[in-house]
């Protein structure tokens, strides 16, 4: 069967360290990977895209790493700071079988960055 | 350019009524999806519109449809309503069906 998981419920790192957050996949074949980040009560917001045939996107304090052959992309953020607390969303569109961007997300990861 | 909106915020309905949620899409955004974020949950993937007409969907029951007008806003209309559908709704607009997505904040739906 077809899955998405991101590894940890929650995350709790110390400000300035680096979180990283783990999405794996199974049964698909994306044809690109997102990440989103949402605040409680809010709609997610567009973090970062990395295509099929892209290892690695930086953004400012994001990187993301996408690894086909291990089925996973991480998500890291550096330099970490409170405000950075908020559940994190990864999410792929499948280029097996559909002809539209269908969003298929994992149930997200909890960061919470410490003072 | 404005950003994705949805209306109502919130809404109480009870068991077997029906209900309507609204989306407008980023300016120049001709592709409307909708999904459904139970508590604790990722979003889930109820069905996409692309230039007024239904373009994919997701499994969910036929009870749950919608529109997309030509200014490509949308409507969610959601029938019988169940307890189980309580959750966020959320609409995520695109500038073509395979381009990024962008979400609005959402209508927090609670059925008693």
């Known amino acids: 069967s077809q899955k998405i998981e991101q590894n940890s419920e929650a995350l709790n790192i110390q400000e300035g360290k680096t979180a990283t957050l783990t999405c794996n996949y199974t049964?698909?074949?994306?044809?690109?990977l997102q990440w989103y980040r949402q605040d409680p009560g809010r709609g997610p917001v567009f973090l970062l895209l990395?295509?099929?045939?892209?290892k690695e996107k930086r953004k400012e304090r994001l990187k993301v790493t996408f690894d086909t052959t291990l089925k996973q992309s991480l998500f890291h953020i550096t330099a970490s700071q409170p405000a950075d607390s908020a559940t994190y969303l990864c999410?792929?569109?499948?280029?097996?079988?559909?002809?539209?961007?269908?969003?298929?997300f994992g149930q997200g990861t909890i960061l919470t960055v410490h003072p | 350019e404005t950003g994705v909106t949805q209306s109502p915020t919130h809404l109480i309905k009870t068991r077997g009524q029906q209900v309507t949620l609204r989306c407008s899409s980023q300016?120049?955004?001709?592709?409307v999806s909708w999904y459904q974020q139970a508590l604790g949950q990722g979003p889930q993937f109820i069905f996409q519109?692309?230039?007024?007409?239904?373009?994919g969907r997701g499994n969910f029951p036929p009870r749950f449809s919608g529109l997309q007008f030509p200014n490509y806003s949308s409507e969610l209309n959601v029938n019988a309503l169940e307890l189980d559908d309580s959750a966020l709704y959320l609409c995520?607009?695109?500038?073509?069906?395979?381009?990024?997505?962008?979400f609005g904040p959402g209508t927090r739906l609670l059925v008693l």
């Open positions: 999410a792929l569109v499948d280029a097996g079988g559909t002809s539209y961007g269908k969003l298929t």
């Open positions: 049964n698909y074949s994306p044809a690109y």
């Open positions: 519109y692309y230039r007024e007409e239904e373009n």
């Open positions: 300016s120049g955004h001709n592709t």
């Open positions: 990395i295509r099929e045939n892209e």
């Open positions: 995520a607009s695109s500038l073509q069906n395979w381009e990024t997505q962008y």
